[in-house]
């Protein structure tokens, strides 16, 4: 599946057995980070984000921009996105698919039950195909300002969300939302069929977070050079250690057997989260003429 050009730079990517660490940058332009080229390439993302694959497919240079108005449409139309949740959302999607080629499965957004009611569950359904077989990618997102805040709450929210009866419940939500039209709909179905063993779908399962935060490096730079790379490693260096440490006593706390957790961490510095929420709103507020 074609997408967009890649956008954000890699500031530095680190493989690791539990699970990368990796964090990404918009980088800057004579001397200003690029919010508004941030804010652009998000819009370039909305209609993977927002459409199912059936739409997907459709899409063609004559109808091209009604598809991406009715995808800022579905994403401005949600309450979660009067609490800006909808842009962490995107910003994982556009992660994964540039860096690991992941592919959605499904658009839980398109399947909103009702406008403004909050699309609850993992905040995206990706699969990474390997060989014969498929990787599921269910991951979460904070879109936040304090590092530290988003650390503290995203590793709750993974705990919760790896509970037995909401991992189940979940997985039949996904599997009515699978397009029977997407190649791999058959594959995603057997893995995520309630007779299948959680163990086994936790052998071929991983956990995309991506994390957002203000950063004083960004805010203090004007140039994506190797000093500043090396700033923003510095700036996150207990950054990884704490949620990884955080998950891992949650998770022992909570589950007696313990299933294997493989946890890919982004993270994302901006310069001001305020700024860039207003250069989206721009956006999407123009699609909706």
Partial sequence: ????????NVIFHEIRDAGDDM???AGFERGQWRNDQLADHVMEWLPEFALDYSELSEISHANALRMTKKAARIVYQTQKYGLRGEFGEVLLHIAIRQVYETLPAISKIYYKSAVNETVKGFDAVHIIKKDDDIELWIGETKFYE???KAIYDVSKEIIDHLETDYLRSEFILIKNKIDPNWPEAEKLNSLLHENTSLDEVFTRACIPILLTYDSDVVDNSVLCNEEYKEKIKDELKNAYSNLRIKLDS???RKFSQRFPLTAHVILIPLKEKKKLIAALDTRLKALQI
């Fill in 1 to 8: 599946m074609e997408h967009p050009d890649a956008f954000l």
């Fill in 23 to 25: 964090a990404l940058c």
């Fill in 146 to 148: 304090n590092l530290t």
């Fill in 250 to 252: 949650e998770y022992e």
